[in-house]
């Protein structure tokens, strides 16, 4: 069967983020400079050739976009300033919505006034649940409490599980990948590891301070859900919790402060090209951090009865990230990401049978 | 009436042309009804534009642009449905016209004004001839400064030929062997370096830079300094003592650093002229005042002086042909290729030294390795590589470094190649390309050639070499295969670009003569006048204009010789177009439109 070629492709893709792609000569400069490429697993070259062709469904089907953990070598040395960096990073804005099966991501990425409706509407929402409970300290938190914990498991059974098992769908399935039985077994234990450490980013060149920086904010962030939801921070009377929750609440806001800066002054090849999405990402982690901290140091100092709405704000911020941006916007990234070595590792496993077949 | 259709393109360039200033210019040529922005005329609608035409009344447009040729077939459509002739649609290109920027602004508006009164520009912006002084300076005595000295001088006429170097001949003469012939480069040239030193017609001065330029066209004087030899021309017999009993050293600059030479000596045995010279910067009498040895063993008297100064001298010519050629590529820029990190990573040029039967390995291929005093050298005590990668477009085609084409460095690798397996029969050789430029006569046969003789050709452009296991690790992926290849060899070849001389636009000021956006001197006309420049009297030849190969030099130069012949013969030579004054081609244009209403 031939192919048809799409050139519409590009500028669809073009809405996800900046490049000059179509400046490609396929010199494959970028896949022989990146640290991360390896026999059968190729980019971004690849990809930019499918965007150019228009070939939606290979790249729709390719995994090798979450490999890529963006250090900018490839951009900093294409010879055509095509940016190929950028392109990993906007198709994987484009696969996170095609992967979301109700469409809002995709919706979000590309309209930021529908984004910020929504971010207005949930902030009415909350406000208004809290009038209607009279702002009764004790009514409010212990609905924010239970709410925290439901948004978790909704978002997680009708949005999370649903599009990873789309991803699979894809990337494993549709790409047809025909890996050994043996190797989901081992890809399983590759997830956990990639999920928590994100390892792979130290092959990459230079990037040992990004990944510390990174790596911190996630064990915050993971620490501080497990403190807030789990072991009740705002009501418990434990210290160890209490401390806990105050280190973890300052590595979220300190290291997402830091990450801030970096995308402000585009030091970094990674940081050049911010997308609004990114920014919200970013800021709503902080405020999230920021805000808990907030609340809890202002019950240890016996403030929060005077100063309700910093607890109102907070849940503001919970309602928006737990509603918004994990489910359709980059916390996304956090289980792509992870899954993606994993089925890449299938991937990997099923050349090498090929290879082996052929041989 | 005439309308003027403007393609506006905005690129931001700071200096670019201001088309709102020849926008108001154009409403004022006489004859000329309406002027519009191409935007603001429905241009893609050939019933509304010729709807338009009706309207106006307009009977000729011009499309006035920077390159404004892709719009004239909607307007020819127009043209036709209007009920007008077709062929009255006419261009008015500036850039065809090296009205590139603001500065040449009065151009712009020039090329307006002969078009839109149906004047062709270059009839009415004629310069105005004068008188000619019969001499020619020729700068740069590479291929294409000799080419273009011997066919003057071969036409009787007196050419001074300056050179910066000690000796003439240029980066030919450091080549092995020319592509796709494969003939002995030395072997076509040397001749012609021989012809050139006992021509009678021609002066040359060696080691020898200009220092300025005044006059006019038809008569420059010329101030040319003459850097110190402290070897006197005349009576050096060129015995070759001085050199044996020197005791100073320096990387020997023909042999593009392959090899060392002394502080006291000659470019390379046949050089032209065949004369010994003195680096001052090596020379230990010249650095600390103390040595002499050379005058001391010298056998003929006074030949060497040590102390000798630089000198200033000026002549006078009528026309100077520029042909000061190229700087390599610096391959040290590129970090990711590991040059002068790891020692077997060498450039195209020193391949070719170390080829040749007259370089520092006589002709045999060795590793670089260092001497006893820590100098990096090739010599024939180092071992023998077996395995070779050679990385096309190193420097070019590169937004990072150069972004055009050098345009020989597919065609010299290829012919790397082929002289690596005739040296080294059972060697394995990689080239790394991007896109194979194999353009001219015979080159595409020269391809398939080195194609048959088991070179391995790989198209993928080289990303990074790191060291591994000893060797070279050459890192790059295979397009036409989807696969990633780490080559290990023992030596990785850089085909380097050309760039243009580092003082070329210090030059191009001296002589008033322009310089494109990557720095080669601009000629007058890119398809039709590729030798002269917008200065009256003076041309340019060889890769000074842009990268080509040698026969293209060759060709060039006696392209450049040409026109100064032209000149002389007839005794006059045109005016600088970039001199005549707007005012003169309007009153020109007029004169010549006037007439052709008279006759038709």
């Known amino acids: 069967m031939s192919t048809r070629v799409n050139p519409g492709l590009i500028k669809e893709m073009s809405q996800y983020g900046m490049g000059s792609w179509n400046a490609c000569f396929h010199c494959g400069n970028c896949t022989a400079v990146c640290s991360l490429t390896e026999e059968g697993i190729l980019f971004p070259r690849k990809e930019i050739r499918a965007l150019q062709m228009g070939l939606k469904d290979k790249l729709a089907t390719s995994v090798e976009p979450w490999l890529c953990y963006y250090c900018g070598d490839c951009t900093e040395t294409c010879p055509r300033d095509a940016n190929p960096g950028e392109l990993m990073m906007s198709v994987r804005r484009w696969l996170t919505a095609k992967y979301d099966w109700t469409g809002l991501a995709g919706l979000f990425y590309k309209s930021v006034s529908a984004l910020i409706i929504a971010f207005v509407l949930i902030a009415i929402g909350i406000v208004a649940i809290g009038f209607v409970k009279d702002f ?88 501080l859900l497990v403190i807030t939801v789990f072991l009740d921070w705002f009501g418990t009377e434990n210290r160890i919790i209490i401390y806990m929750g105050y280190i973890t609440g300052s590595l979220v806001f300190v290291f997402t402060f830091l990450l801030m800066i970096s ?77 993606a070595v994993s089925f890449a590792n299938l991937k990997k496993a099923a050349y090498k049978e090929k290879l082996a077949t052929a041989a | ?79 036709v449905i209007a009920g007008n002739n077709p062929e009255d649609v006419v261009l008015a290109g500036f850039r065809e016209y090296g009205a590139t920027d603001n500065t040449k602004i009065d151009r712009a508006k020039g090329v307006l004004f ?23 300076l020729v700068i740069g005595a590479g291929i294409a400064g000799i080419q273009a000295s011997l066919e003057i001088a071969n036409g009787n006429q ?17 080549f092995d062997k020319t592509f796709p012939t494969l003939d002995c480069a030395a072997c076509i040239l040397t001749p012609k370096m021989v012809e050139v030193g006992q021509h009678q017609n021609i002066e040359l001065l060696t080691y020898s830079e200009v220092k300025g330029v005044t006059g006019e066209p038809g008569n420059y004087k010329v101030k040319i300094l003459n850097k110190a030899r402290r070897v006197d021309l005349a009576t050096c017999i060129g015995c070759g003592i001085c050199t044996e009993k020197c005791p100073a050293k320096a990387p020997s600059e023909f042999d593009n650093g392959t090899t060392l030479r002394k502080a006291i000596y000659i470019p390379f045995p046949q050089a032209v002229p065949n004369k010994y010279l003195i680096d001052a910067d090596s020379c230990t009498y010249v650095q600390k005042g103390k040595c002499g040895v050379c005058v001391k063993v010298c056998p003929v008297e006074g030949c060497i002086d040590l102390d000798a100064k630089d000198q200033e001298m ?85 937004e990072n470094y150069n972004k055009y084409c050098s345009r020989v460095c597919c065609m010299y690798s290829l012919k790397l190649a082929h002289l690596i397996k005739e040296k080294l029969e059972d060697a394995d050789v990689f080239e790394y390309y991007i896109d194979m430029r194999a353009f001219g006569k015979g080159y595409e046969e020269f391809y398939e050639r080195i194609e048959n003789e088991g070179v391995h050709i790989v198209r993928g452009r080289t990303a990074k070499i790191e060291e591994r296991n000893g060797r070279l690790m050459v890192r790059s992926e295979d397009i036409l295969n989807d696969q990633l290849i780490e080559q290990e060899v023992d030596m990785v070849v850089l085909s380097i670009g050309l760039e243009p001389r580092e003082d070329a636009a210090e030059l191009a000021e001296m002589l008033g003569i322009s ?58 030579v045109k005016k600088s177009i970039k001199d005549m004054p707007l005012e003169k081609i309007e009153e020109k244009a007029k004169q010549f439109s006037n007439s052709m209403e008279g006759k038709s």
């Open chain 1, 136 to 223: 009764n300290h004790e009514a409010v938190m212990h609905f924010g409490h239970s709410l925290e914990f439901y948004l978790i498991l909704t978002v997680f059974t009708i949005i999370l599980v649903p599009n990873i098992l789309r991803m699979f769908y894809f990337t494993v399935i549709k790409a047809k990948v025909n890996a050994p039985f043996s190797s989901y077994i081992t890809a399983i234990g590759s997830l956990i590891l990639h999920m928590f450490t994100q390892i792979k980013t130290l092959k990459c060149d230079k990037q040992t301070v990004r990944w510390l920086e990174h790596f911190l904010v996630v064990m915050g962030y993971l620490g």
């Open chain 2, 314 to 398: 000026e002549i006078t010519v009528g026309n100077i042909i520029v042909a000061t050629g190229f700087k390599p590529f610096d391959a040290g820029k590129i970090d990711r290729f590991g040059y002068g990190k790891y020692p077997q990573v060498i450039t195209s040029l020193e391949l070719e030294r170390l080829i040749n039967a007259a370089g520092p390995t006589e002709g045999s291929i060795h590793f670089r390795s260092q001497d006893k005093k820590g100098n990096w050298i090739f010599s024939v005590e180092s071992g023998m590589p077996r395995s070779f990668a050679i990385i096309h477009c190193v420097g070019s085609r590169d």
């Open chain 1, 263 to 339: 995308r402000f002054s585009k030091a970094r090849e990674l940081n050049k090209y911010s997308q609004p999405t990114d920014w919200f990402f970013i800021i709503w982690l902080f405020l999230m951090g920021f805000t808990a901290f907030l609340v809890r140091l202002f019950i240890d100092i016996d403030l929060l009865n005077d100063h309700f709405w910093i607890y109102m704000v907070h849940l503001i911020i919970i309602s928006q990230w737990g509603m918004l941006l994990v489910p359709f916007g980059k916390w996304t990234h956090f289980l792509y990401r992870s899954f």
């Open chain 2, 515 to 572: 310089t494109g956006e990557e720095g080669w001197f601009t000629e007058a006309n890119y398809n039709t006048d590729p030798v002269n420049t917008f200065v009256g009297g003076i041309t340019i030849a060889g890769v000074c204009q842009g990268p080509k190969d040698i026969p293209d030099a060759v060709a060039q130069g006696s392209a450049a010789a040409a026109r100064v012949l032209q000149s002389i013969v007839k005794g006059k």
């Open chain 2, 1 to 79: 009436m005439t309308g003027i259709i403007f393609t506006k393109i905005e690129n931001g360039n700071p200096g670019a042309l201001d088309y709102n200033e020849l926008f108001s210019y154009a409403r004022g040529i006489p004859g000329v009804g309406h002027v519009w922005y191409s935007t603001d005329v429905p241009l893609y609608d050939k019933q509304a534009m010729a709807d338009l035409i009706k309207e106006q009344q307009l009977k000729r447009i011009v499309v006035a642009g920077d390159t404004p040729g892709m719009v004239k077939p909607f307007l020819t459509g127009a043209m």
């Open chain 2, 114 to 136: 002969c078009i839109a009164l149906g004047v062709t520009f270059a009839e009415a912006a004629l310069p105005e001839e004068t008188d000619v002084h019969p001499d020619t």
């Open chain 2, 158 to 174: 007196k050419v001074y030929l300056m050179e910066r170097t000690g000796t003439i001949g240029g980066h030919m003469a450091m």
